[in-house]
């Protein structure tokens, strides 16, 4: 049984939550709101200071397939704004988000106005590129070949991340062997013309772990394979992206992976030696749904959120609410069900 059933998120970190949510849409059609929520973060008060505060978060999913986006707003506190962030540094350098066709894709963005570098090809041969959004965060647009839909053409939602590292073997062992990542595609050393214009001439070490989804879990089928590139700069030494800022400032705050069974993946991460930071222990309310998540940081401190769904809207204006608990979590749900959740989608 795999450790993780696929991305469920990307923590952003924003100052105006529908401001960037629309952002999305345009984007990267990220459309479908799939909770709005506004409450306290009382366990989260060893990432924000010792205190606890309150935040707006929107879930918003691309039916396509892939992982979504958890738009999150402080309300009680103005965030910080740290430095811009440069390939290499330590923590989430760009979310990566799935395409049947990087070069269609691009040519879209390019039509639509967004900031972007030029196309490249990575170390496997295929291309992709980086956007950027308004308030500086990067997304990569990279070819995956796990729908959920099937159709010619689609660009679709997260399927994994960029992360910057300062020891790589500790890293590759933390993805590889804590959370089940396991298929290395590659683990090159070099100048890369993928990266963003201003990298093209800077040398680092990449490595790109996959995760093969099984399907074996209720929502494994939309979430699609993962895929983690770990980079570490050889030129220079790296910032940490959130040194002394707040979970919930500007930027990706977190990875969420979506887990079948939280407490089996404790005892794995424990048995290696990353125990766990934050733990909700048992269903904790987010109104609109719930479940039990934790968090576990990398090597270098990047915060993964681990969420087992315990509660999920599937059609919000008729009050129908999916329970896990009482389903089980080791089998996909139907199509026609997931389908469902799509009629939740946000029209400009």
Request: proline content about 4%; glycine content about 10%.
């Amino acid at each position: 049984m795999a450790y993780i059933s696929g991305i469920q998120q990307v923590g952003i970190g924003c100052v105006n939550s529908p401001e960037t949510f629309k952002w999305l849409r345009n984007a990267l059609g990220v459309n479908v709101q799939i909770f709005d929520d506004e409450a306290q973060a009382p366990l989260m008060t060893k990432y924000t200071g010792g205190e606890v505060h309150k935040r707006r978060a929107i879930l918003a999913m691309n039916m396509n397939g892939g992982g979504g986006a958890e738009i999150w707003q402080f309300t009680s506190r103005t965030p910080s704004v740290g430095p811009a962030i440069k390939i290499g540094d330590l923590g989430i350098n760009a979310v990566k988000f799935k395409s049947t066709n990087p070069k269609m894709s691009y040519s879209n963005s390019q039509a639509k106005g967004i900031k972007l570098s030029s196309i490249g090809v990575d170390p496997k041969g295929d291309q992709n590129y980086i956007l950027e959004d308004f308030a500086g965060n990067s997304y990569q647009v990279v070819k995956d070949l796990s729908w959920f839909k099937s159709q010619s053409f689609m660009q679709g939602g997260a399927c994994g991340a960029l992360i910057g590292v300062s020891n790589m073997d500790l890293s590759i062992a933390f993805y590889q062997n804590g959370l089940g990542i396991n298929k290395l595609i590659y683990d090159v050393t070099g100048t890369f013309d993928d990266l963003g214009d201003e990298n093209k001439d800077k040398k680092f070490r990449r490595a790109l772990l996959k995760f093969n989804n099984p399907f074996t879990a209720p929502f494994s089928k939309l979430l699609g394979d993962v895929q983690i590139e770990l980079i570490q700069s050889l030129d220079r030494t790296p910032n940490k992206t959130f040194e002394n800022r707040f979970w919930g400032d500007l930027g990706f705050i977190h990875l969420c992976f979506d887990v079948p069974d939280l407490h089996r993946l404790k005892l794995n991460l424990e048995k290696f030696k990353y125990p766990l930071t934050v733990d909700s222990g048992d269903t904790f309310d987010m109104g609109e749904s719930g479940g039990r998540f934790a968090y576990v940081e990398d090597p270098d401190g990047t915060l993964i959120e681990m969420v087992e769904t315990h509660k999920v809207p599937i059609l919000k204006k008729f009050n129908w609410f999916l329970d896990l608990k009482k389903r089980g979590q080791h089998k996909p749900l139907p199509n026609w069900m997931l389908s469902l959740m799509g009629l939740n989608k946000i029209k400009d």
